[in-house]
């Protein structure tokens, strides 16, 4: 496919339950971006992934939160012990260097609900 | 810090009109700036960005964007809306204080309606 794919693109879950969540970016992008969408809080960073580099993870709002990247390819988005507040649209980007200039490509998102 | 504001959260407008959604942002140094839309139960779609060069950027769908540095703004505008334009625009840039990262910091967003 041409664009960023996530899959699933709905999840219900149980409190206290894990889940993960996955990201295919678009072929031959190196930089790969998670974001979260809520009500209360909106747009917000959560992860960044290039290259072999070390990610940046200062978006992450607990150590429930990690991610994985595989090479330049897919990620998952790993939540742990979930609360209702992560109730949200967990939405992934690529882009092709990561640089300040490029451009962000969006997937359609997963929707998180925790009961 | 980066930041931006988007001061409408919601704009009305008929089919035919002009439209703005306007948007304005507090950087350090040069601003790099964005306007994505994203529809009902879609992800953004990008629509334009402003790097450097002509402060009237031309994007997708016949969107355009002016940037006014004296103003801090990069507000959005289309000439003849359409109902199709109906959807939640966002504004954001690109965060400098974080090394490389080219994270974005988005605005709360607006909701444009655009009616027949």
């Known amino acids: 496919g041409a664009g960023v794919s996530q899959s699933p693109s709905n999840k219900v879950t149980e409190k206290g339950k894990d889940v993960e969540l996955r990201c295919d970016p678009i072929?031959?992008?190196?930089?790969l971006y998670w974001y979260r969408q809520s009500l209360g809080q909106g747009l917000e960073f959560l992860i960044y992934?290039?290259?072999?580099?070390?990610?940046?993870k200062s978006g992450l709002p607990s150590d429930r939160f990690s991610a994985e990247r595989t090479g330049e390819s897919v990620s998952t988005l790993t939540i742990q012990r979930t609360q209702q507040e992560d109730s949200a649209v967990y939405l992934c980007?690529?882009?092709?260097?990561?640089?300040?200039?490029?451009?962000?490509?969006f997937g359609p998102g997963t929707r998180l609900t925790v009961l | 810090a980066q930041s931006v504001a988007q001061p409408e959260d919601q704009v009305n407008v008929a089919e035919g009109n002009p439209l703005t959604v306007k948007c304005t942002y507090s950087?350090?140094?040069?601003?790099?700036l964005f306007w994505y839309v994203q529809y009902p139960n879609r992800g953004l779609q990008f629509l334009l960005k402003?790097?450097?060069?002509?402060?009237l950027v031309k994007g997708s769908y016949g969107f355009e964007a002016e940037f006014n540095k004296s103003q801090t703004s990069f507000h959005l505008k289309k000439p003849s809306a359409l109902v199709s334009d109906s959807a939640l625009y966002f504004c954001?840039?690109?965060?400098?204080?974080?090394?490389?990262?080219?994270?974005?910091?988005f605005g709360q967003g607006t909701t444009l309606q655009v009616k027949p």
């Open positions: 980007a690529s882009s092709f260097e990561g640089g300040r200039r490029d451009t962000q490509y």
């Open positions: 072929s031959g992008h190196t930089a």
């Open positions: 992934f290039q290259g072999n580099s070390a990610p940046d």
């Open positions: 950087v350090s140094g040069n601003p790099y």
């Open positions: 402003y790097i450097t060069g002509d402060n």
């Open positions: 954001a840039v690109r965060d400098r204080g974080s090394g490389n990262t080219g994270k974005l910091i």
